[in-house]
């Protein structure tokens, strides 16, 4: 058995978009929009096993860059406020190891006729199988991403 660890970080992203807060909710309450946006690399693949957003509702999901090793998400949302906040527990595997458990907390602030946009990632990297810079990277990525997703017309319910 490999030496056990445990390394704590706390990760703050910004952004402010050209959008309602009402519109940047949308982009993270609906599996058709998180699959546009929410994947932290070109060349990577997303797929949802399970969506159900709603508190005490979750998702399962995998992602990767293809050819290379899978991860797989698992998400308990805890505390839901639409146009104003998300918040959710996560936990990561890879290669049955599990790497990563995370708060993560989603916060979308009214800022002129735009949004706020505040991802805050309290994470706990388990056992050296993960790290701050990766996820680090990853948010910039997907929220760059965001952006883009922000640009595409609404469809109505």
Known sequence: MSERSIHHSTIVIERTYDASPSRVFAAWSTREALLRWGNPGDGWDLAYDHFDFK???????????????TFRNETTYLDIVPDVRIVSASSMTSEGKHIFASLITAEFILAGKGCRHIVTEQGAFLDGHDKRANHEAGWSEMLDKLCIELLRPQVAA
């Open 55 to 69: 508190v005490g509702g979750g998702d399962i999901n995998r992602f990767g860059p293809r050819g290379g090793p």
